[in-house]
């Protein structure tokens, strides 16, 4: 009859196939290159206004140098209580807004949201915002992770 494995024989397989995974995880998780973000979101911002409780478009720059493409799936901002990501529909009539579950980050690439494009809209705002104002909101994507964003209130263009 084999006896059984000693007990400290037992513990060091899990400990290794831990470190086995552990490694793993690191190396799939090719998001960081040499220490750099792969995926950043700059020149974020907001247009003024005077009022509380209205609705209006989050614009922002991805630069996602990672070669696979992502997806923005949420925003999270301090000055709103709700977020939706937004298309707009050119048919008959005047382009009309709509809701999407996600918006695609092209990889490789720039991708710039615009009020007449791809946005994120904030929902009823909770305070005033003037041009020259900052806040920050949290900008989740699939791959990348949720990554924090100083927002700049502007004047309407
Ligand atoms: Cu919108």
Request: glycine share 8%; aromatic share 4%.
């Amino acid at each position: 009859m084999p006896t059984a494995p000693s007990i400290p024989n037992r513990r060091a397989i899990p400990a290794a196939a831990c470190g086995l995974i552990i490694a793993a995880v690191m190396a799939s998780g090719s998001m960081a290159r040499g220490g750099e973000e792969t995926l950043r979101v700059v020149d974020a911002w907001v247009p003024a206004t005077d009022k509380v409780g209205t609705d209006i478009p989050l614009l922002l720059t991805v630069r996602n140098e990672a070669d696979a493409a992502d997806t923005l799936l949420r925003a999270r901002c301090p000055v709103a209580n709700f977020s939706e990501r937004h298309t707009v529909d050119r048919g008959e009539g005047a382009p009309a807004m709509r809701m999407v579950p996600s918006i695609p980050i092209a990889g490789g690439g720039t991708t710039v949201l615009k009020p007449d494009g791809y946005h994120v809209m904030l929902l009823q705002t909770r305070q005033p915002l003037s041009a020259g104002e900052r806040f920050t909101c949290s900008i989740a994507f699939q791959h990348a992770g949720t990554i924090e964003t100083e927002v700049n209130v502007r004047e309407h263009p």
